[in-house]
């Protein structure tokens, strides 16, 4: 990740679960250092601040997406749900609305009226499209925008890295970057894995992390958030999303050259170790 773009990230995974589970089906994670715990409350702030809990059995409520009404990284998560719900439907008046009226298109600039064109003969083409999101991250950027990066699998294609940049855009926030791994490691000529990518991916191989993600459900998805780095210590958490808050159950950090998780009390293999070590800034 370039510097300008290093902040928080916060996740969701979407459509690879089932119903939020009750509190104690879950088993409890060792707890982190005060600390950690003040980090993660105070990186989430942003989120809880988003919605309040609906009442029993309502639906949720629609996000406003006026850029006078919120911030991008609020508003993200709305307009991420508009675009995969209208590329699965193919639903071409919602896509409208979820785009800037310029967007940088996998390396190309342009318009609004363009994209959908593309989109309109890519659907046309594979009616019976549907794509499936999973690991998915928020994260604020530069100049008052956030970005969304995610994992995308359709049928008969690759597992690809995908990424939205959300902006400002006259009144209203919309889709201004649509991007994939593959096309910006090409535009950026990067052949180096960055650090907090190397911390997620060590984590998620855990068997520790995986029974936790087995609880993952579309109420309370399991993904990432990721803090400010503060000179060279790198600070990264796991836990479940829920619509007013992030429950914490894994802290990652990069600091001193040495990788630990929940404060050395989930055990990282030697060769993990080295694959984070090789990434992260020393």
């Given at each position: ?87 699965n439907s ?6 409208e609305k ?185």
């Amino acid at each position: 990740m370039p510097k300008s773009s290093q902040g928080w990230l916060l996740s969701f995974l979407l459509a690879a679960c089932s119903r939020d589970p009750k509190p104690e089906a879950r088993p409890s994670v060792a707890t982190a250092s005060a600390a950690s715990v003040a980090t993660a409350s105070a990186a989430s702030a942003a989120l809880a601040a988003v919605s309040t809990p609906p009442s029993a059995g309502a639906a949720p409520q629609r996000r406003d997406l006026s850029c006078s009404k919120g911030s991008a990284v609020e508003a993200s998560s709305q307009l991420l749900d508009d675009w995969n719900r209208a590329l699965n439907s193919h639903d071409l008046t919602l896509l409208e609305k979820a785009y800037a009226s310029r967007v940088a298109f996998y390396g190309r600039d342009l318009s609004r009226t363009q994209v959908l064109a593309a989109k309109r003969r890519a659907l046309a083409a594979t009616p019976n499209y549907k794509q499936h999101l999973s690991d998915v991250r928020f994260a604020p950027e530069a100049d008052s925008a956030a970005s969304i990066t995610f994992d995308k699998a359709s049928a008969g294609a690759k597992t690809v890295r995908g990424r939205l940049l959300i902006q400002c855009d006259g009144e209203h926030y919309g889709i201004a970057t649509e991007s994939d791994a593959p096309s910006d490691a090409l535009a950026k000529g990067q052949t180096h894995e960055d650090c907090e990518a190397a911390m997620y991916a060590v984590a998620f191989d855990l068997p520790e992390v995986k029974r936790e993600q087995a609880y993952a459900t579309d109420e309370a998805p399991f993904g990432g958030l990721s803090y400010p780095f503060e000179g060279k210590h790198v600070a990264v958490a796991l836990g479940f999303h829920h619509p007013e808050r992030f429950e914490a159950t894994f802290f990652l950090d990069w600091d001193k050259g040495v990788f630990t998780i929940n404060q050395g009390e989930v055990k990282v293999p030697a060769a993990s170790q080295k694959r984070v070590q090789a990434a992260c800034p020393k």
